[in-house]
C-alpha cells in the first residue's frame, strides 16, 4: 500500500521557518516532490528531487528559501521552509513524482500558516 504522511506543518510569522517532513513506504522511493495550494486555488508546483542524483529544481517564488532533501535510508522526504511570507500561507502535500506528474499518487498534507 502507497502511503504518504505528511507533518511539520504549523501556524509561523512572516520570516520565520518551518521542516516540513514525508514519510513514505509501499513504493519505490523515487524522484519526489512538494507541491501546495493556497486557500481557493489549484495545486501548485514547489520543488523536487532526484534522491539518487541530488538534482534540485525549485519554483520561482521559493527559489533560494527552501531546500527539499531525502533521507533515503529512511525514505522521508523534507522541506526546510525559510523567511516564510503571508503568501506561502497553503497546505502541503509530499508527492511521488515529477513535477510534471499528475499529483494523484500524494499524502493528505500539513496546513502551513504564515501570519503575524
Known amino acids: 500500500e502507497v502511503q504518504l504522511v505528511e507533518s511539520g506543518g504549523g501556524l509561523v510569522q512572516p520570516g520565520g521557518s518551518l521542516r516540513l517532513s514525508c514519510a513514505t513506504s509501499?513504493?519505490?522511493?523515487?524522484?519526489m516532490s512538494w507541491v501546495r495550494q493556497a486557500p481557493g486555488k489549484g495545486l501548485e508546483w514547489v520543488s523536487t528531487?532526484?534522491?539518487?542524483?541530488?538534482?534540485?529544481l525549485y519554483a520561482d517564488p521559493v527559489q533560494g528559501r527552501f531546500t527539499i532533501s531525502t533521507d533515503n535510508v529512511k525514505k522521508i522526504l523534507y522541506l526546510q521552509m525559510n523567511s516564510l511570507k503571508l503568501e506561502d500561507t497553503a497546505v502541503y502535500f509530499c508527492?511521488?513524482?515529477?513535477?510534471?506528474?499528475?499529483?494523484?499518487?500524494r499524502g493528505q498534507g500539513t496546513q502551513v500558516t504564515v501570519s503575524s
Open positions: 508527492v511521488n513524482g515529477g513535477r510534471y506528474s499528475n499529483y494523484s499518487d
Open positions: 509501499g513504493f519505490r522511493f523515487s524522484v
Open positions: 528531487i532526484n534522491p539518487f542524483t541530488g538534482q534540485r
